[in-house]
T-cell receptor
Framework: NAGVTQTPKFRILKIGQSMTLQCTQD?????MYWYRQDPGMGLKLIYY???????DKGEVPNGYNVSRSTTEDFPLRLELAAPSQTSVYFC?????????????FGEGSWLTVV | GDSVTQMEGPVTLSEEAFLTINCTYT??????LFWYVQYPGEGLQLLLK?????DKGSNKGFEATYRKETTSFHLEKGSVQVSDSAVYFC?????????????FGTGTRLTIIP
């Protein structure tokens, strides 16, 4: 029962570098999401996707890009990393048609930009 | 827009004490309500949920009742254990716009001392 899998779990980036956080789910969920969690704060939605080929901005999309070429994968790209992007990133998925509105989360990716 | 207001933390209790974490919400549609728990170093896990007014969600001794008249979804447990130490997030999902995005509260850190 893999569920939602994120990699890497930890990463340190230098200012201006780029990287991709990988996310895959094996539950055949249509919906996928990327959230970020800053210290002492709730989760903020970065981007989401309601199906392959469809993506949409969330609350805090600036500095990020996503793609959804398959149902399983939803990578998050950080271009020109900035210290403000130091955060914990969570990928999630759901399938409203069969599982109501329960959202399943990955274990998180801790990113530090120095 | 939708919002979730959660009891400020941190909360420290002795083992076997009674727990209440307050949560109130505002939403334009007919939200489902959730409590997620985040144990140290881990991702978020669904603790319980309620999808309509007067529903009671329960799991692992925790309970919360969807109160539409007071727009509340307070989390309770009769006798807490050290293993309940974690951060608890209240969240809502409003399907009025056809998707399943979660809006989170800021989280309440709970520490149980033996």
């Amino acid at each position: 029962n893999a569920g939602v899998t994120q990699t890497p779990k930890f990463r340190i980036l230098k200012i201006g570098q780029s990287m991709t956080l990988q996310c895959t789910q094996d539950m055949n969920h249509n919906y996928m999401y990327w959230y970020r969690q800053d210290p002492g704060m709730g989760l903020k939605l970065i981007y989401y996707s309601v199906g392959a080929g469809i993506t949409d901005k969330g609350e805090v999309p600036n500095g990020y890009n996503v793609s959804r070429s398959t149902t399983e994968d939803f990578p998050l790209r950080l271009e020109l990393a900035a210290p403000s992007q130091t955060s914990v990133y969570f990928c999630a998925s759901s399938n409203p048609g069969t599982e109501g509105n329960t959202i399943y989360f990955g274990e998180g990716s801790w990113l530090t930009v120095v | 827009g939708d919002s979730v207001t959660q009891m400020e933390g941190p909360v420290t209790l002795s083992e076997e004490a009674f727990l209440t974490i307050n949560c109130t919400y505002t939403a334009t549609g007919y939200p489902s309500l959730f409590w997620y728990v985040q144990y140290p170093g881990e991702g978020l896990q669904l603790l319980l949920k309620a999808t309509k007014a007067d529903d009671k969600g329960s799991n692992k001794g925790f309970e919360a009742t969807y109160r539409k008249e007071t727009t509340s979804f307070h989390l309770e447990k009769g006798s807490v254990q050290v293993s309940d130490s974690a951060v608890y997030f209240c969240a809502l999902s409003d399907r009025s716009f056809g998707n399943e995005k979660l809006t989170f509260g800021t989280g309440t850190r709970l520490t149980i001392i033996p």
